[in-house]
């Protein structure tokens, strides 16, 4: 079993930054690539960005310039640097980690998802 525990999210005003974090944890054996989406209601859960366990990183364009995706090996975390946020960036956050339990079986997993909101 693995679990992810997602924090930072919040409420910022328009121009403002947050920092999210995903820690996985559990039955690890590796991880494969993170990547943090969003979902505002109504609409369909979408790609902010994603990192390999290289680092190679792609991003929206909706968000390329303004977010950093970074993660520590060591750790099993990720985070999303959000600089310059917008009102347009209000949604749900989540993250999705490739995990390679010590099973060496391979699996997705969401976290809950943590709420960002940008407004004045």
């Known amino acids: 079993q693995v679990q992810l525990v997602e924090s930072g999210g919040g409420l910022v005003q328009p121009g403002g930054s947050l920092r999210l974090s995903c820690a996985a944890s559990g039955s690890i054996r590796s991880i494969n690539k993170m990547g943090w989406y969003r979902q505002t209601p109504g609409k369909q859960r979408e790609l902010v960005a994603d990192?390999?366990?290289?680092?190679?990183?792609n991003y929206a364009d909706s968000v390329k310039g303004r977010f950093t995706i970074s993660r520590d090996n060591a750790k099993n975390t990720m985070y999303l640097q959000m600089n310059s946020l917008k009102p347009e960036d209000t949604a749900v956050y989540y993250c999705?980690?490739?995990?390679?339990?010590?099973?060496?079986?391979?699996?997705?997993?969401w976290g809950r998802g943590t709420q960002v909101t940008v407004s004045s």
């Open positions: 999705n980690v490739d995990v390679v339990t010590r099973a060496l079986l391979n699996y997705f997993y």
């Open positions: 990192i390999t366990s290289s680092g190679s990183t």
